[in-house]
């Protein structure tokens, strides 16, 4: 079944630590993945997807087929980062969310 | 262009009433679909609909229903509100009638069931 698990609920970090929240999938056939990020008072939107191979506001993630991955790093987190993290998977018409990460990062 | 609108933003009901959630976008989207979020639950899909007089269901339809008359509006009714139902629903809409791309997400709407 297709699946995407996000196992943090809660990531926190300083201001300039590095930052990985994990989102691994379960998809049979070529996957194609998003992060969406919610932060606070505003809708959800959508931050990148894997096949622009962007970076946006810092944040990269890379598709790893191998081990069904597509982390979402930042080098150096800044406060402003503060959010919850959705990693999503398109299914044919659908989008399959995972459960979220809320990141903290503290001053 | 206001993008993805919602109303109400927040309701009350009780269990057995009914009510609907209104979706607008004027974006000329294809697709339309509703989600709610539960915590520890992520979004879950409810119903959606890949164009006028189409739709479909998602992860989580019972107790909701849909229809799709224009392309701009999109709206959930709950036939008979239960406390399960207390979550806060987002409607989406996407530039793909075959869905699922970048999703366009309105401000929500907080309903509480008691």
């Known amino acids: 079944a297709q699946r995407v698990t996000q196992p943090e609920k809660l990531l926190s970090v300083f201001k300039g630590a590095p930052v990985e929240l994990k989102c691994n999938y379960s998809?049979?056939?070529?996957?194609?993945l998003f992060w969406y990020v919610q932060y606070s008072r505003q809708r959800l939107q959508l931050l990148l997807r894997h096949i622009s191979r962007e970076s946006i506001k810092g944040f990269t993630a890379d598709l790893n087929k191998g081990e069904t991955s597509f982390h979402l790093k930042k080098p150096f987190a800044q406060e402003e980062d503060s959010a919850m993290y959705y990693c999503?998977?398109?299914?044919?018409?659908?989008?399959?969310f995972g459960t979220g990460t809320r990141l903290q990062v503290f001053p | 262009n206001a993008g993805v609108t919602q109303t109400p933003k927040f309701q009350v009901l009780k269990t057995g009433q009914s009510m609907t959630l209104q979706c607008a976008q004027d974006m000329n989207h294809e697709y339309m679909s509703w989600y709610r979020q539960d915590p520890g639950m992520g979004l879950r899909l409810i119903h959606y609909s890949v164009g006028a007089g189409i739709t479909d269901q998602g992860e989580v339809p019972n107790g909701y229903n849909v229809s799709r008359s224009t392309t701009e509006d999109f709206p959930l009714r709950l036939l008979s509100a239960a406390p399960s139902q207390t979550s806060v629903y987002f409607c989406?809409?996407?530039?793909?009638?075959?869905?699922?791309?970048?999703?366009?997400f309105g401000p929500g709407t907080r309903l509480t069931v008691t």
């Open positions: 999503a998977l398109r299914n044919t018409d659908k989008l399959i």
């Open positions: 989406a809409s996407s530039y793909s009638g075959r869905g699922a791309y970048e999703q366009y």
């Open positions: 998809y049979s056939g070529s996957p194609e």
